[in-house]
Nanobody, 124 residues
Framework: QVQLVESGGGLVQAGGSLRLSCAAS????????MGWFRQAPGKEREFVAS????????KYADSVKGRFTISRDNAKNTVYLQMNSLKPEDTAVYVC?????????????????WGQGTQVTVSS
């Protein structure tokens, strides 16, 4: 089973950028489609972006399209989320997970092996 550890969160001003990393352990990482989700206080977990095993296909939530970029380096067993033009409404705990049903899946229940998450706070 893949174990995931996120890093790279922090406090940033609106308009700023952050790059999140999701480091995976396990030999099967390079064959897994992966996703990023976020959860703000009092809100449900929300799909952010996903990527297929090779990195050739990606999917984004409308709220982050054009601002966030998901990528992966299978040699490093790591998935990244580059976040630009951050807004206060992007404030949340960001979590990565393994998709059970391909990179096009967007429901949290279609993902597993969740990491612990990393906090992103965007100040206005």
């Amino acid at each position: 089973q893949v174990q995931l550890v996120e890093s790279g969160g922090g406090l940033v001003q609106a308009g700023g950028s952050l790059r999140l990393s999701c480091a995976a352990s396990g030999r099967t990482f390079s064959s897994n489609d992966m996703g990023w989700f976020r959860q703000a206080p009092g809100k449900e977990r929300e799909f952010v972006a996903s990527i297929n095993w090779s990195g050739s296909s990606t999917k984004y939530a409308d709220s982050v399209k054009g601002r966030f970029t998901i990528s992966r380096d299978n040699a490093k067993n790591t998935v990244y989320l580059q976040m630009n033009s951050l807004k206060p409404e992007d404030t949340a705990v960001y979590v990565c997970a393994v998709s059970r049903y391909g990179y096009a899946a967007v429901r949290p229940r279609d993902f597993g092996s969740w990491g612990q998450g990393t906090q992103v706070t965007v100040s206005s």
